[in-house]
């Protein structure tokens, strides 16, 4: 069965990764890098183990649109109302719901500055193939 895995970062994060500064930074170099290694880490390790379809990473929020309404509105990002937004995803190809959660729970494992790890998140969603697996 099929199971995206999607982690969530703020406009802040992504402004600090890049070296732009804030009111107090959080991210430095080190911080960055270590994430850097740490995600490719995850991901070879997933690719080896064969359980990994396929991962992305998004550009920040500002680089975002929305479409909504009918007639449809289109919005630039970043949205003041949004505080996290998708940073990235992966679709994993595992045996079970527990073995999606376990593959997950490897990325509290992440280096990250505390002011983000204690806020940090990510879900595990099953990936429908057909509409007759929708489980209501």
């Excluded at 995600?39 to 500002?62: H, I, Y």
């Excluded at 995803?89 to 593959?103: G, K, N, P, Q």
């Excluded at 505390?114 to 209501?136: C, F, M, N, Q, W």
Aim: aromatic residues 8%.
């Amino acid at each position: 069965m099929k199971y995206m895995i999607l982690s969530y970062a703020s406009q802040r994060d992504y402004d600090e990764m890049a070296g732009k500064p804030g009111d107090a930074p959080v991210w430095s170099g080190e911080d960055f890098a270590a994430m850097g290694a740490f995600m490719a880490k995850f991901n070879q390790d997933l690719e080896a183990s064969g359980e990994l379809v396929e991962t992305r990473a998004l550009d920040a929020p500002v680089h975002t649109r929305r479409i909504s309404g009918a007639p449809a509105l289109v919005t630039d990002g970043p949205y003041a109302e949004t505080q996290e937004v998708l940073a990235g995803y992966w679709i994993i190809d595992v045996d079970s719901f527990d073995r999606a959660t376990e593959i997950a729970a490897r990325l509290s494992e992440c280096p990250a500055p505390p002011e983000v790890a204690k806020t940090a998140y990510a879900d595990v969603r099953p990936i429908i193939e057909h509409a007759s697996e929708i489980g209501l």
